[in-house]
């Protein structure tokens, strides 16, 4: 066991450097760059910018340096002095505007996590079990739409409706008079009716591949010998199902949890920016909108390397799971 | 709701002196006769000569008395409608987390500032200015006794320290902006006499001098409080030292630190003589700022009540749709910057419920969609065609502009050209050419210079090559709706045999591709007033042309890069540079109006249709704000026209 998660770490190291260096190359692959992009934002507002001072600028933060200087100097400061550098459009370091979003956007992903779980397992597991009834047609179809429409319009539909007709005020983790107030349980209690309009959107959409997957697999087990066995011995169908079926079922589930750690970093970007929620999503969409590279390539490295230790998580916790794995392959 | 207003006025309070509380009281009980309240003056009346807030302050021995906190001669604002009350906070919204405009617009400083015209300069910090006969050299005088938002004297050493070691520092301003320069690049001389008085010099005649000083995104700029950032100069403190200091904050170099102290929005330690400080910078986790009173604000209304009469303000960073509908909401006391025309319809009919009227200002220059030909085209064939002056006439002429404003604005929105209006310095009658859709003289004219019709339809160029070209342009959620609109100028184009594709590109890539002048046509909202703050749209003095980026860069690197402009152009850039070093307001004026001629003639841009109105949204408890359609210009403030230090809530809002 020792030996594969050290063996699975080593593979961890040239991936991240490939995925860094892939990602900082596609940023920079538009047209232009931060300042340019600045310059055009700068002129939509109306402002006009003289070209000589740009071109100075650009001398100064080294925006006009060869792609390989730039990545070098940015990996080489991360590497060695744990510094992701300084966002240009934010003028701060971009480890501290990262880590001031952090709990809010993880507060966002577990709570949506746990949502997507509690209403997809016992909607797949009761789908299984009572196949082709209405209320699998049901459950299948509402997954599906939720799927299908796409997140953001979901959420200004939802934002509408709550503007239209229960007043609300739209958008945002809290209302603007609590948002820099210190903590308290009033703030919670705000923060609570904010939390549920991006839970139920991103939560939604994500429970459609876990009802289908739990249902298959259910399907799989529920016809197998076993469970057949288990009944004519005269055990409760409940527990027939909780005992045995249930967990096997499980195992594509736990195969997949790790992905989720990432996505529980850069949430649902197009909807928390709709939403105007401060997590980490709007955060990197911006960033990548004004070439902001070092801010775009910090939260990317973040990603990738959660990607990595999640699908790492899920291979040791399926070999622990599942003794079949464990010691299949001999 | 602005009914009473006319009754108590600046004039009838002078009239009935001592009873203008009464009269005013009289006007409020009036306007809000449904409300309960005992005391209209919840923010302690407008007896009151400061704000509640800061009492509280003086009171706990926190704060100076407020005859201490005022220099001599404060700046007397007369408020519009008549004097209010202090308190309450201002909920506004923006979409960009780091744009400052808001700063800007209501906690605007300057050595002088926009009159309520938004257009004659008057006074401000400075207390009195002159000039001397050919424009050359400036005398400002400061008012005495002003002081920072933190306490300390402002006096014309800070004023030098912005012009001469910020401005004229080669570190932190690589490139003299425009606004302070002389025509050779090198900045403006600046002297003190003593503590209130600055001289400014120029090599030659600067007639706009006054306007930059006014100019609310520029005129800050000459306001940096030498106190507090002489610390984080390495030119004026060890540079060893700043550099530590910068790389501890994780800056690269000093320069870097410097622009993040010296920046208002972010830093609230700043000192500001603006009406409003940070207090609160809108950071990336919050999305909102809090912005508070200046105590030390040296403007006072007619009876020596401090300003600003509204204590907060809180600033929220939304996304564009979000914004709109916390508007529609009444979630927000004042706003009209950022709102798109779009969002009118839902604006005017939540009104009424949600508390908020809802204002028509004008747009800066009314949006006016044009279509801009690159005039110094990289194809020497096409700049031959564009250059031609019959062919921007024929285009002009083929486009229904009243389809397209019936199509797309209800037929609401104006039909122009982008030139000078009535009422600026610039209008020349006129002006109005070739706005008539008129398909045969269209063809006529393109038939006349020799574009002879190919046989599908398209005319050839000279080259024989079919003549075929692309507009960029850049989508935007306010204002005319671009791509629509292209897709019927596309249409009407073709029918006089012209082929036009339509590329949306993303802003940065229009920036780019206008830069390197590889672009046919450029669809884009135009300007027609304030060009002198901002030439580039009327004259092509940089690459960020939308019409000539090929001359610009000529005329920008002085001849050494770029394409030489044609005659006529140059005639454009003469008189450019009259205007700029104009001795008199007439010679000035006068260079002004030649370029206006000339653009109207030449049409050099093909104007489409505009926006009708910019919706403002205004709490109904708001008062003090401008409903006489006043323009959103980005040089004149935009919100800031109506002088928001004089601005109140009628009720407390705190």
């Known amino acids: 066991m020792l030996r594969f998660v050290v063996h699975r770490v080593l593979h961890v190291i040239p991936t991240l450097l490939v995925v860094t260096l892939i990602a900082f190359f596609i940023i920079q692959l538009p047209p232009g760059d931060f300042l340019s992009s600045q310059i055009a934002r700068m002129e939509a507002a109306g402002d006009s910018v003289d070209p000589a001072a740009v071109e100075a600028l650009r001398t100064r933060y080294g925006v006009d340096e060869p792609f390989w200087v730039q990545y070098w100097k940015w990996i080489s400061n991360i590497l060695l002095h744990g510094d992701f550098g300084l966002s240009f459009e934010y003028r701060r370091p971009v480890s501290d505007l990262i880590m001031e979003r952090l709990p809010l956007t993880i507060l966002l992903g577990v709570a949506t996590l746990l949502f997507t779980w509690a209403i997809a397992l016992p909607a797949g597991v009761y789908s299984a079990i009572r196949q082709h009834s209405g209320g699998d047609y049901v459950i299948s179809a509402l997954g599906f739409i939720a799927l299908a429409v796409p997140n953001f319009l979901a959420a200004l539909v939802l934002a509408y409706i709550g503007f239209k007709y229960f007043g609300q005020s739209v958008g945002g983790l809290f209302s603007p008079e609590y948002a820099n107030a210190p903590w308290s349980l009033a703030k919670f209690g705000d923060l609570l009716e904010h939390l549920w309009i991006p839970v139920v959107i991103i939560g939604l959409a994500g429970t459609a591949g876990i009802i289908r997957t739990t249902r298959a697999n259910m399907l799989d087990e529920l016809h197998k010998p076993y469970v057949t066995t288990a009944r004519a011995k005269g055990l409760p169908e409940g527990r027939i199902v909780r005992k045995y079926p249930l967990r096997i079922a499980l195992n594509p589930f736990i195969s997949t949890v790790g992905w989720n750690i990432p996505s529980i970093f850069d949430g649902e970007v197009i909807v928390a920016t709709v939403l105007a929620l401060g997590t980490t999503g709007p955060l990197l969409l911006s960033a990548l909108q004004s070439q902001d590279m070092y801010l775009a390539g910090g939260i990317i490295l973040i990603v990738a390397v959660l990607t990595v230790i999640g699908t790492l998580i899920s291979d040791v916790l399926l070999a622990v799971v599942d003794p079949r794995v464990r010691f299949g392959g001999k | ?654």
């Open chain 2, 1 to 654: 709701m602005t009914i009473y207003t006319r009754d108590v006025s600046r004039r009838s309070l002078l009239v009935y002196g001592g009873g203008g509380a009464l009269i005013t009281a009289l006007g409020l009980t009036a306007c809000t006769a449904e409300e309960e309240s005992p005391d209209p003056f919840g923010g302690g009346g407008t007896d009151a000569m400061e704000s509640p807030m800061l009492t509280e302050l003086v009171e706990a021995g926190e704060l100076p008395e407020l005859a201490e906190r005022l220099p001599t001669n404060p700046k007397v604002l007369e408020p519009l409608d008549g004097p209010g009350q202090f308190g309450g906070t201002l909920r506004y919204a923006q979409t960009d987390v780091n744009a400052t405009a808001v700063l800007q617009s209501f906690a605007n400083q300057g050595l002088l500032e926009w009159g309520w015209d938004a257009n004659t300069p008057e006074e401000s910090v400075a207390e009195s200015w002159e000039v001397n006969e050919d424009n050359t050299v400036y005398t400002l005088t400061l008012r005495e006794g002003l002081k920072w938002s933190d306490g300390e004297p402002f006096t014309t050493a800070d004023v030098l320290f912005s012009m001469v070691d910020w401005l004229g520092n080669s570190t932190l301003m690589p490139a003299v902006p425009f606004w302070f320069a002389n025509l050779d690049g090198t900045p403006l001389t600046a002297e003190a006499e003593d503590e209130l008085t600055l001289t400014v010099t120029c090599n030659e005649p600067f007639a706009l001098l006054p306007k930059y000083f006014c100019h609310p995104a520029v005129g800050y700029q000459f306001l940096k409080p030498r106190h507090y950032l002489e610390q984080f100069h390495g030119g004026l403190t060890d540079e060893a030292t700043v550099l530590a200091e910068a790389q501890e904050a994780g800056f690269d170099s000093w320069d870097q630190l410097f622009a993040d102290r010296d920046n208002l929005w972010t830093n609230p330690d700043r000192p500001t003589m603006g009406a409003y400080q940070v207090v609160e910078a809108a950071n990336a986790q919050s999305g909102v700022g809090r912005l508070s009173r200046n105590p030390y604000f040296w403007k006072t209304d007619p009876d020596g009540r401090q300003l600003p009469y509204i204590d907060e303000m809180q600033i929220q960073v939304l996304q564009q749709d979000t914004m709109e509908l916390r508007a529609a909401n009444g979630d927000l006391d004042f706003l009209g910057n950022g709102l798109g025309y779009k969002a009118a319809q839902v604006l005017q009919q939540n009104a009424e419920t949600n508390g908020y009227r809802m204002l028509r200002w004008r747009t800066s220059n009314d949006g006016l969609l044009a279509m801009c030909p690159n005039l110094s085209h990289q194809d020497e064939v096409l700049r031959e065609i564009f250059l031609n002056r019959d062919f921007r006439i024929a285009l002009s002429h083929a486009i229904d502009r009243d389809d397209i404003n019936n199509t797309l604005m209800d037929g609401l929105g104006p039909i122009r050209q982008p030139n000078p209006t009535e009422g600026s310095d610039y209008y020349v009658e006129g002006g109005q050419n070739y706005l008539e859709y008129d398909v045969d003289k269209a063809n006529e004219l393109l038939d006349g210079i020799g574009l002879t019709l190919g046989s599908d339809g398209i005319r050839l160029r000279p080259d024989g090559a079919p003549l075929q070209v692309t507009a960029i342009f850049v989508e935007a959620t306010d204002g005319v709706p671009r791509a629509d609109a292209l897709g019927m100028i596309q249409a009407a184009w073709a029918a006089v045999g012209i082929d036009l594709l339509i590329r949306p590109v993303d802003g940065t890539l229009a920036s780019e591709l206008r830069n390197g002048n590889d672009f046919d046509f450029d669809c884009t909202p135009h300007p027609s007033n304030d060009w002198d703050l901002e030439p580039v749209w009327f004259i092509p003095t940089s690459s960020g042309s939308h019409t000539a980026p090929g001359y610009g860069l000529w005329y920008n690197t002085g001849g050494t890069e770029g394409i030489e402009p044609p005659e006529e152009f140059q005639t454009l850039m003469d008189n450019w540079d009259a205007l700029r070093s104009a001795a008199t307001d007439e010679e000035r004026i006068a260079a002004g109006q030649a370029i206006a001629t000339q653009h109207d003639e030449e049409a050099y841009v093909i104007g489409i249709v505009g926006v009708p109105f910019q919706p403002v949204v205004v709490g109904v408890d708001v008062h003090n704000v401008r409903d006489d359609e006043p323009s959103l210009d980005f040089y004149h403030g935009r919100e800031g026209v109506t002088k928001p230090a004089q601005v109140y809530f009628a009720e407390a809002a705190s």
